[in-house]
Each structure stands twice: as structure tokens, then as C-alpha cells.
């Protein structure tokens, strides 16, 4: 059974810092992108960030381009994404996915975590 699980979200003010983890457990990712993920309150979830399986590949939705890193640990089974210069319109719920797809340009998850908050007060 696969089982994804984040942490490191929480409540930080705009321009500060935070860095998500995401555990996967249940079989091996090591061959497939991994990726991130958000949902704020009333909107579709979106596409944030993904990273091949060798890490040498990534992709980033423009809204947080410059801002956040993708990084990922195969020995660990681990994705991170670190966010710096945080903005209020960053506040969302954030899910980790395995394996992430590309089709047509539009991002898609197969196993999703529970998803971690967070808040970014102005």
C-alpha cells in the first residue's frame, strides 16, 4: 500500500521561509517524478513544482518560479520542496503526488498524501 506523508507546513509571515517534506512508503519511487502540488480555499487544485527521478529535470509553475526548489532524496524515498520569499497568495494546502505525468502541458498525480497548511499572513 502506497502512502505518501508531508510535513513542515505551518504559519509564517510574507517574505519567510519554509521546507515541505514528503515520505513516500510502499514501494519504490526512485524511478519516477515526484512532485508537488497546491489547493487554497475555493480553487482548483494546482500544479507547483515536479522533479524527475534523477533529480536532474525539474519543472515549476510560473507563479512560484525563482522562488521554491524541488529536491528529492532516492535513498530516502523523500521529495522536499524548500519556499523562499513567501507570499500571502502562496497560502494553500500542500500535497505531495507519485508519479507525477505530463500531458499537453498539464501536471497529474497518481498517489497523493493527506497535504500539509500553509499560511502566510501579510
Known amino acids: 500500500q502506497v502512502q505518501l506523508v508531508e510535513s513542515g507546513g505551518g504559519l509564517v509571515q510574507a517574505g519567510g521561509s519554509l521546507r515541505l517534506s514528503c515520505a513516500a512508503s510502499?514501494?519504490?519511487?526512485?524511478?519516477?517524478?515526484m512532485g508537488w502540488f497546491r489547493q487554497a480555499p475555493g480553487k482548483e487544485r494546482e500544479f507547483v513544482a515536479t522533479?524527475?527521478?534523477?533529480?536532474?529535470?525539474?519543472s515549476y509553475a510560473d507563479s512560484v518560479k525563482g522562488r521554491f526548489t524541488i529536491s528529492r532524496d532516492n535513498a530516502k524515498n523523500t521529495v522536499y520542496l524548500q519556499m523562499n520569499s513567501l507570499k500571502p497568495e502562496d497560502t494553500a494546502v500542500y500535497y505531495c503526488?507519485?508519479?507525477?505525468?505530463?500531458?499537453?502541458?498539464?501536471?497529474?498525480?497518481?498517489?497523493w498524501g493527506q497535504g500539509t497548511q500553509v499560511t502566510v499572513s501579510s
Open positions: 510502499g514501494r519504490t519511487f526512485s524511478s519516477y517524478a
Open positions: 503526488a507519485v508519479p507525477v505525468k505530463e500531458y499537453s502541458g498539464k501536471y497529474y498525480g497518481d498517489y
Open positions: 522533479i524527475t527521478w534523477s533529480g536532474g529535470s525539474t
